[in-house]
């Protein structure tokens, strides 16, 4: 059979934590909006997780990426009551799987003061330590204002960008607005679906077309924004050619000229965000046209073979450094627990 290569993929934007949730209990109140899916689902979910259930979060994450040719991951993480120590456990599980992973915790005053310090303390000591982090803000609407300055100042002395969702949802509409406004060149600002036309904003906004369907908060058009547009999953999984199909189909909904060049363009953002992913990564496809045009209507590309600084970590469907069975049963327990705690 023909094949193809292509550089790494990159998710620009997962929430690593995220990966054991299949399956969870239905939340107490069934959410009818954007605000009470975060409440009744997301938020309750984050702070019932400890390290244990992290690490194999992440490894599952990380086995499925590799899968889907995905090599490198930009993480945005919360874990309210694990928060220290909690990027290093998922930094080593992504790279005892042999996939890149740039992460950053998520700072908010939705546990007080004393939980916004602790994440904003968490990115320091990471980066400080070496670790390759971005300063993370929840929402401007979950932080007071002095906690975002505190993030924006951290992230300029430390000399990295701010993770940062946007304007998601209208409930973010005026505060991700006025924080985009501030918005610097290295950072990432996720969704930006209610960010007014016209703004100004420097950085990259990542789309995540899949979650924002499965939230209704509406469609971000992201054409419409003149600073670059990556894509991201919002953890749901990584396979990014199905993330890159369905922004290519939700651009076309609504307007059909649209080709897919656009969204494979934001496809190729998360080269420029992590260039380690184009320049030294690989990944052989069981599909001899791996471009635009033939993948906007190609629904099965198999990954062959998956090469990480020229090391196999992927090959004929499975992990080369671990064992998947190993980490989906570790993974199914460790999901145990945490449905277990959500039902206190």
Not at 153 to 165: I, R, W
Not at 189 to 205: C, E, K, N, R
Not at 215 to 222: I, L
């Amino acid at each position: 059979m023909a094949t193809s290569t292509t550089p790494g993929l990159v998710c620009a934007h997962h929430h690593l934590y995220s990966a054991l949730a299949r399956g969870m209990p239905a939340p107490p109140r069934t959410p009818t909006d954007f605000l009470s899916i975060l409440q009744q689902v997301w938020w309750r979910l984050d702070t019932a997780l400890d390290l244990e259930m992290l690490e194999w979060s992440a490894k599952l994450a990380a086995v499925e990426a590799l899968q889907a040719g995905t090599t490198a991951i930009i993480d945005h993480h919360e874990s309210p009551n694990a928060i220290e120590g909690s990027l290093d456990v998922l930094a080593a599980a992504c790279a005892e799987v042999g996939v890149r992973l740039r992460t950053a915790y998520g700072v908010t005053d939705r546990h007080g003061p004393e939980g916004a310090l602790a994440g904003l303390a968490e990115n320091e000591r990471f980066i400080r330590a070496g670790g390759d982090g971005m300063v993370g803000l929840h929402a401007a609407f979950t932080c007071d204002p002095a906690t975002v300055d505190a993030a924006i100042g951290l992230a300029e002395d430390l000399e990295v960008g701010l993770h940062v969702h946007v304007a998601e949802g209208a409930i973010d509409a005026g505060p991700g607005a006025e924080l985009a406004r501030r918005s610097d060149d290295d950072w990432i600002l996720v969704h930006g679906v209610h960010l007014p036309d016209g703004i100004d904003i420097d950085g990259t906004i990542v789309h995540n077309p899949r979650s924002n369907l499965n939230n209704a908060v509406g469609y971000a058009a992201p054409g419409r924004f003149s600073c670059a547009v990556g894509l991201g999953t919002d953890g749901i999984g990584a396979d990014m050619l199905d993330e890159f199909r369905l922004a290519f189909v939700q651009q076309r909904a609504v307007d059909v000229t649209a080709t897919p060049e656009t969204a494979w363009s934001w496809l190729e953002t998360g080269w420029d965000l992590f260039p380690e992913a184009r320049d030294a990564d690989e990944v052989d496809w069981g599909y001899p046209e791996m471009s635009a045009w033939h993948l906007a209507y190609t629904t099965s590309p198999q990954v062959r073979e998956v090469r990480v600084d020229g090391e196999v970590v992927c090959r004929d469907g499975t992990t080369t450094r671990v064992d998947e069975a190993e980490v989906r049963a570790k993974a199914a327990e460790q999901a145990l627990r945490l449905f277990a705690a959500l039902e206190v």
